[in-house]
């Protein structure tokens, strides 16, 4: 069984930061945590940040400048750094990661159970 905990969520006021962690665990060949979406009330899912196993990073425009995604691949965990919050920021924010059973199997994507972030004065 695989396991994706996001922590780090809060309530925080405009220009405030905080720093979300995605940590990876399961008894399975492989987790490659790829990155980070968002959801907020009424709203589609979209796509925050990515980053691969060899750093490179991708980044919605909305985001961009304020956000940066990070990983440490020894604790199979990736971060997410946010500064200069919006109210608009406000959403539930989740990770995935791309999961192989066994060396053999096909790759499935998994999620995390999000994490909230309220971003309000």
């Known amino acids: 069984q695989v396991q994706l905990v996001e922590s780090g969520g809060g309530f925080v006021q405009p220009g405030g930061s905080l720093r979300l962690s995605c940590a990876a665990s399961?008894?399975?060949?492989?987790?490659?945590?790829k990155g980070w979406y968002r959801q907020a009330p009424g709203k589609q899912r979209e796509l925050v940040a990515t980053i691969t196993s060899g750093g490179t990073t991708n980044y919605a425009d909305s985001v961009k400048g304020r956000f940066t995604i990070s990983r440490d691949n020894a604790k199979n965990t990736v971060y997410l750094q946010m500064n200069s919050l919006k109210p608009e920021d406000t959403a539930v924010y989740y990770c995935n990661a791309g999961v192989r059973r066994r060396a053999w199997s096909n790759e499935y994507l998994d999620w995390g159970q999000g994490t909230q972030v309220t971003v309000s004065s």
């Open positions: 399961g008894s399975v060949f492989s987790i490659n945590i």
